[in-house]
């Protein structure tokens, strides 16, 4: 890659309430931003909203087969011109609450699909395209850090998340490359419900995308591992890190089990 190369964002779930905080907030750093997603007409409008540097590639992260569209996009590109990839944000993901005997078998690997397998491939298939200075930020959960009955897939794949980013930081700090992790509590998004078995949920330090997503591109540019928004949900990831998981595991499913 040249100095003259183009500089790309990448950017999975990007037209939901957390992806498009992302784009607002990176897209003056790239000269494109590939904007992944399930759903064609949101990421048309992402375009409207942002312009023309928006280039929307419609995927769908829980079939693997799906990946090869991000390849063949970066070698079609690599063939007009060098490109560099600026930045590459993994934040595509969604989960629900639920006993685990009421997930099927696909549920299940739609989950693990999207929000493991899917991420370290587009690490893989991002990352010899970028260098000293680039960065990957791989949006986890507060929730990586103790299991959580009722919502026990998503708190395991965040987990992976979490550990997955923080390893692959550490095998590219010599290339210079910042890996960082993103571990928010309740995010104020379409992806919350606002009433779970006929009773309204409070989401306790719940707080708008656009506060989580400043917050992680700033850590990001600061060569920080890891950015968790809002003092009291570090307390909490310190509380979770500290207590005892039979503590934890069961305080949680006593918050909860009276939504189900």
Known sequence: MSGSAKRIAVITGAAGGLGK???????????????????????????????????????DLSDTKSLSKLSKKIETEEKKSSIQIHWLINNAGAGRFGASKDFSTEEISVSVTTHCTAIAAICNICIPFM????????????????????????????????SYTRALGQELRESGIVVTAVCPGWIQTALLPETLGGRKVKFPLIVTADKVAAKAIKDARRGKPLSIYRLAVRLVVWFQRHASDDFSVKFWANSVKKYL
Request: proline share 4%.
């Open 21 to 59: 905080e992302f784009v607002r907030q990176i897209i003056d750093d790239v000269d494109e931003l590939w904007a992944i997603g399930r759903n064609e007409a949101k990421l048309e409008g992402l375009k409207a909203e942002f312009g023309s540097k928006i280039v929307p590639l419609q995927m």
């Open 131 to 162: 260098k000293a200075g680039d960065h990957i930020v791989n949006v986890s959960s507060q929730s990586a850090f103790s299991p959580l009955p009722y919502m026990n897939l998503y708190a395991a794949t965040k987990a992976f998340v979490y």
